[in-house]
C-alpha cells in the first residue's frame, strides 16, 4: 500500500495503473467540479487511468459538454446500483488509488475489492483554511476490515494539501491576456457584449435576498458598474424582490440598465471556458468551492458566496473567517474593513444598514488598486506553492509526468 513512508502498487509496463475516484453529487455543479478537474488532473499529473463514479452523469455533462475524448484516459462510469458495480469493476483492474470525494460512503463491492488489492485510499475533503484541518491533513484512519483511510484537505498553507491547477495555466492565462483577438474570439463564440460601461464583474452567485439591497448599493454608490450575471440565481433574485421586471433579463445577452448599473444575463459556461470569463473581468463574486479556486488563480479582486451548510449555521461563516484572516494579512486596514464588512453583508454573517453599505463599498471603491495588488500577491504566493497532484505524488511515491 502506498503510503508516507511506501512506495505504490507497482504494475508492469505494459500495463497502466487506476485510479478510481467517487463523487455523489449534492451542491449542484460544485461536487461534479472538483471531481471531475480532480480526475483530469490524475490523469494529467501521475501515471494513472481514471475511473470516474458519479451518481449524476446528467450534471456532468452539461459541466463537460464536450466530454467524450476530451481526455481518453478519464473514463466515466454510472453510479448506480450494486448489480452495475459488480458488473464495471470485473472489467476493471486493481487501483493503486481510490478516492472518494467529500466523504461519499463507498460501495460494499470496492470496499471488498479494496481489501484484496490494497490500494492507498483517500477521503479527499472539502477546501477549507481552518488551522484544525492542518493536525489531520494525511492522517490514517484504520478501518474494520484492516484498511487504512487518509484525509487529504486541500488549502492554502504549504503543510495543506494543496489546490488543483493544470501545469498550463499561468501559460494560458498569460497568452490570454496579451491577445485581444482571443478575447475578441470569446466574447462573440458566447455572445458576451464587446464594451461595457465602468468595472467589469462576473457575478456567479446563489440567490439571496441581499441582490436588491447590493444593488442599490451600486446604484447609490456613484460610479458605473457593468455586472454579468451567470447561473440565472442572481436574476431571479432581483425579480422576486421587483427590481427587475418580468420581461427582462429572460434570455442570455439580454441587458437591462438602472442609472450606473449595467446588468447582462450571460450564457452558461463549461467549465473549461470559466477561467476566461475571469480573465476578461475587473473583478467578481463566485460561489462554490472550484469557482473559488479558479478566482484565487486569476488573481483578481472577489467576493466568496459560500455555500451555506444547513446542519450547522455557523460552519459557513467560520471556514469563510478563515480563508479572509490569512489572505487579508498584509490588506491596508481601511481596505480590509470595508472588505470584511462586505463579505459579511454577502454571506449573512453580519447585517449592515444602507449607509453602511454604500460607505463600505466607497470605500472599498477608493482603494480599488490597492485591492487589486493585493489580490493579485496572494495568488502569486500560492502560484509558487506546490498544488495538489504535485503533494500528491510524493505523498504516495508515484511519479509525475
Known amino acids: 500500500m502506498c503510503s508516507k513512508n511506501q512506495s505504490a502498487n507497482t504494475l508492469p509496463d505494459d500495463l497502466v495503473a ?31 487511468r481514471v475511473r470516474l463514479w458519479i451518481d449524476d452523469v446528467k450534471a456532468l455533462d452539461t459541466l463537460v459538454p464536450e466530454r467524450e475524448g476530451y481526455l481518453p484516459h478519464v473514463m466515466v462510469e454510472v453510479w448506480q446500483d450494486e448489480q452495475l458495480m459488480q458488473r464495471q469493476l470485473a472489467e476493471a483492474i486493481d487501483p493503486v488509488l481510490v478516492i472518494e470525494t467529500f466523504g461519499c460512503t463507498l460501495p460494499d463491492a470496492v470496499r471488498a475489492r479494496m481489501s484484496r488489492c490494497q490500494p492507498l485510499w483517500l ?25 487504512k483511510k487518509y484525509f487529504w484537505f486541500m488549502g492554502m498553507d504549504a503543510a495543506s494539501g494543496g489546490l488543483l491547477r493544470e501545469k498550463d495555466y499561468l501559460t494560458k492565462r498569460a497568452v490570454f491576456r496579451q491577445q485581444p483577438q482571443l478575447q475578441q474570439a470569446f466574447r462573440q463564440q458566447y455572445g458576451l457584449p464587446e464594451q461595457h460601461k465602468g ?40 425579480r422576486a424582490a421587483s427590481i427587475v421586471p418580468t420581461d ?28 476566461q470569463l475571469l480573465w476578461l473581468a475587473d ?7 472550484d469557482s473559488f479556486v479558479r478566482a484565487l488563480w486569476a488573481g483578481l479582486p472577489f467576493f466568496w458566496h459560500i455555500y451555506r451548510q444547513n446542519e450547522n449555521e455557523n460552519a459557513h461563516v467560520q471556514k469563510l473567517h478563515a480563508f ?38 466607497q470605500n472599498l471603491y477608493g482603494n480599488w488598486q490597492s485591492w487589486v495588488k493585493a489580490a493579485a500577491a496572494w495568488s502569486e504566493m500560492l502560484h509558487a506553492q506546490d498544488n495538489a497532484l504535485e503533494k500528491l505524488a510524493r505523498f504516495c511515491h508515484l511519479p509525475l509526468k
Open 18 to 48: 487506476e485510479a478510481w475516484v467517487f463523487v455523489r453529487v449534492i451542491d449542484n455543479f460544485g461536487d461534479v467540479g472538483v471531481g471531475w478537474r480532480l480526475s483530469c488532473l490524475l490523469a494529467e499529473y501521475l501515471c494513472l
Open 199 to 238: 468595472q467589469l464583474w462576473l457575478v456567479f452567485a446563489y440567490a439571496s435576498v441581499c441582490w436588491p439591497q447590493w444593488l442599490n448599493m451600486w446604484q447609490q454608490g456613484g460610479t458605473p458598474v457593468t455586472l454579468w450575471l451567470a447561473g440565472g440565481q442572481v436574476v431571479e433574485s432581483l
Open 324 to 361: 479572509w484572516a490569512k489572505a487579508t494579512t498584509r490588506w491596508p486596514v481601511e481596505l480590509k474593513r470595508a472588505f470584511m464588512a462586505l463579505s459579511d453583508d454577502l454571506n449573512g454573517a453580519g447585517k449592515l444598514d444602507e449607509l453602511s453599505r454604500v460607505v463600505a463599498w
Open 123 to 147: 477521503n479527499w475533503e472539502y477546501l477549507t483554511a481552518e488551522d484544525w484541518a492542518l493536525d489531520l491533513h494525511a492522517m490514517p484512519s484504520l478501518q474494520a476490515d484492516g484498511l
Open 283 to 289: 473583478a467578481a463574486i463566485v460561489r462554490g468551492e
Open 248 to 275: 427582462a433579463l429572460r434570455e442570455d445577452g439580454a441587458i437591462y440598465e438602472l442609472d450606473n448599473v449595467t446588468l447582462v444575463r450571460i450564457p452558461f459556461v463549461p467549465q473549461a471556458a470559466f477561467d
